[in-house]
């Protein structure tokens, strides 16, 4: 081309990102890789190749990770741990600061392997991957420092095992180890198969860094290998992939006592209002749908419009598509590469090819080079019900459909099983405010799209996961606390004696308590307790599935309490205690006549003192803004998880079920309370407490019965949205095996003599982060 | 509103000195409309974001840069507006938009014809500069109506336009009232944007914002709007005399307002940022902007402009590099 000819033209032409340090880096490696384990690079083994999915070069070939080799590099981990933890947060952030220096001076060598590696254009590996990832060590090479100063009552997991997904593979690998080895655990990792190589290079970075050996590892391999590692005796597993096999780990990890994260798939909507800056939000479509090439678990990849402007907004969105760029991932003009893998095109291609149905695809007239491309691909015309509006694509495939209200689109926005992360573009500060914290997502974005900083809490809700990564939320998911309580050990309920007698000759029948008010059982049974001493207590209800059914549907219909203040709820937790008190002669009694003790009075006490506890933090957990790199706001926000079904711990019938309840509420979710089966009339009594106090119905439930199977009710229920377990351990597996159904969260843990309130306030709130950029 | 037929003999004439005009319908102006004024928008922080990210999405390399900085030369409004400008100073610039690159490095680009875009000077040095550039083919500018407050008489600001286009300029760069945007008064905006429009006849009319000193984005939005509807040509960032002149996100926002306008009227406006871009890098990312969102159409002469003074300078040593492969100096490179 003459200069006479590109005047013409105005042509960008080629703009080549050179390959060539990442080749003879391959070649010096013999562009064969082992696992890196203890510090070393193992022989390579029997394995697979990664190839370049713009051009199906290959690259290298990597190993299948063995059992052996899962073995002997959790084996490693394990014994580097308590060395590593030892170390003191000060010299781990000196590691932790020389890994986030060497990813930045080796930091091109990173980005073009990753985008030879992935397909990403280099633009996206140079300018955000890699930089986001140096950020991370950076960030937790502070926390590190800080732990010993700021979170005394924190303590190390262990071993933990990581497993990462192919679509940002380096920056994954960052959020996966930067939090894990700040707090002193020690990772096995692993990467996933079409992506191993960036792990592999930060395997030689750990060398050069100082990393002491054993403390991270990292094996490559595909799902089998996974699947070994999430069995390994690790103490804690953190995922980030698809929703399907984020299932798969929850059950597997069932009632193993291992720490779980999971961040998963999403179909995040993007919102626009008519009063929206319409050019920029258009752009911002670009950087949800298009980075990537779609493969973002947060990508904004359902769009809903104003119907009013619906079709100006759709012109303007497929004129922006035409001047997007698809092809080489190495040039440095390029918006849209390669899918990372013939697979992933051929999934993304059918779901289009199958799904559109009624909507009308636009796609840009582009060529496209051989290798897995597709092109930016727009189906508008779509409704709620439509397949492509409900499942995650995972390519560069934008659906859309229209709103008529802010109401509206806040309902349209939540109808998903996913609650990942949320855009919404408006002028209206007002609408814009009223709107984010009623959308479904961990991460909501303002005015802008797909901003991250390890400062900022990062993860979902629903079936896109539970836990947080980044942020001082995000090292929750890496610690535990330094005491941890003893779990409750199982009390049976006292038998019947030979000659029973009632305690009272006015029979007082107690009921379970759904939705403010006093229920028999659906079943139409009911158990006599008996105390010790064989006196006939009273009768309970044996509540069954249809008894948590009524339950859960009277704490849906509670979503009002939610939305209320801090101060409310306070106020009524302190007139829950002032009723409770004026009545604790009476609840004293009762407690040791169930339990033939005489820790009554002390019991009715402590949770007397719990209620005033959670009446204080009702007002009191504050969220927190974030010091992210852009001018605007990072606020956290501490938001109810919703419904909490809680099984109550079997001694300390009481003070048990305050445990439960006290913080649940304090933070504005409803619950639904599963009280000791074997002193359950403390609970029963307590409604009538509840009843005096102001507690809205359905905010506070109670269904009696046998622990196990209610567990496994409230468990398996698709709109329970945690469920916690007080009671005694061997209800673990059962609970978290069902809770997989909607990936609800599970908190299972003892209380102690005192239950610690910070433990508690977590697992009762989802840590929401809203993103407000601003400017004139 | 002179529209094209009824002006035509008039634009004949002056397009004689336009060779850049490619036959474009010229803007016949339209009735304000404000339901479309006031819902502009422009969210600061998202324009901020795409034109801090484009120089990493867009880059162009070797041959292709040397042809968008000769592009680049091509588009230049090189300007003198200084209180010592004198009669030699400005036939100085003349001589250097009739030859703004050397020869050798022409002959080696393979190219035989580059001059600026035109030359932007004050109302006293438009014959000067007219005479001086006569044969060339580039038109004189002349900036207008007050320059650069525009708070003069709005007779004599009228009355000043008319003098230019009388001593031959083509082009005329006026400066809007600032004060109109600033307290809301569209409609007194747009009815001056009509007098100055008819007062230039067939001279061109660049709609100078002086986006520095609107208070908003948005504001740079609606006025962008408005001036259009008045039958603004072109319209342009600033005086250069601003504390702060021509931004990638001001460019941004307007280019947006021209698209809009575009789609809406069929008509094309001329977009020319102006103060402040002085390097090549610079001007390489203002066509690359311009390139994505206005379009491979909007790259020429008549669709756009800088106005720049040191600009060239710059551009012709990174051309003696693409050229040599050797760094260049600036003393190797011909005054203006």
Redesign the interface.
Known sequence: ????D??E???????PESGAEVQSWLDGRARAFGHFIAGTFTAPGEGFESRNPANGALLARVSQASQADIDAAVAAARAAQPGWAALGGHRRARVLYALARLLQKHSRLFAVLETLDNGKPI?ES??IDIPLAARHFYYHAGMAQLMEEELPDRAPLGVCGQIIPWNFPLLMLAWKIAPAIAMGNSVVLKPAEYTPLTALLFGQICQEAGVPAGVVNIVTGDGAAGERLVAAPVDKIAFTGSTAVGRAIRKATAGSGKALTLELGGKSPYIVFE???????V??LVDAIWFNQGQVCCAGSRLLVQEGIADRFH?KLRARMD?LRLGDPLD??I?VGALVDPVQLATVKRFVDEGAGAGEIYQPDVALPEGCFYPPTLITGLAPADRLMQEEIFGPVLVSTTFRTPAEAVQIANDTRYGLAATL?S?NINLALDVAPKLAAGVVWV??TNLFDAAAGFGGVRESGFGREGGWEGLLAYTRSAEAPARARPLAPFAAPEAPAPDDPLDRTAKMYVGGKQARPDSGYSRAVWSPAGVLLGHVGSGNRKDIRNAVEAAHKAAGWSRTTGHLRAQILFYIAENLSARAAEFAARIDAMTGGSGGAGEVEAAIDLLFTHAAWADKHDGAVKPVPL??LAVAVNEPVGIIGAICPPDRPLLGLVAAMAPAVAMGNRVVLVPSEAFPLAATDFYQVLETSDVPAGVVNIVTGAQDALAADLATHLNVDAVWNLSTGDLDATIERAAAGNLKRTWCTGIGDTPASREALAAATEVKTIWV???? | MPTKSESGTALARKEAHLPQIRGEARNPGMELDMDWVMRA??????????TA?LP?????????Q???L??AISLIDLTTLSGDDTPGRVRRLCAKARQPVRADLLAA???DRLTTGAVCVYHEMVPTAVEALKGSGVPVAAVSTGFPAGLSPFALRLAEIGQSVQAGAAEIDIVISRRHVLTGNWQALYDEMREFRAACGAAHVKAILATGEL????NVARASLVCMMGGADFIKTSTGKESVNATLPVSLVMM?AIREFE?RTGIKIGYKPAGGISTAKDALTYL?LL??ELG?RW?EPDLFRFGASSLLGDIERQLEHHVTGAYSASYRHPLA
């Open positions: 081309m003459t200069i006479r590109i005047l033209s105005m042509e960008y032409g080629p703009a633009r140079r300018d009063d929206a800056d319409l050019d920029s939000a752009e911002g012109d001047a440095k003009c918006d573009w002028e005015n802008a001018r605007g950029p601003y400017g004139v | 928008q422009a969210n600061t922080s998202a324009i901020e974001r795409r990210t990493g999405r867009r880059s162009v390399k070797k041959a292709y040397a042809a968008w000769v592009k680009l393979g190219l208070g908003s984005l948005r947006r789609a690359m390139k994505e491979r790259l």
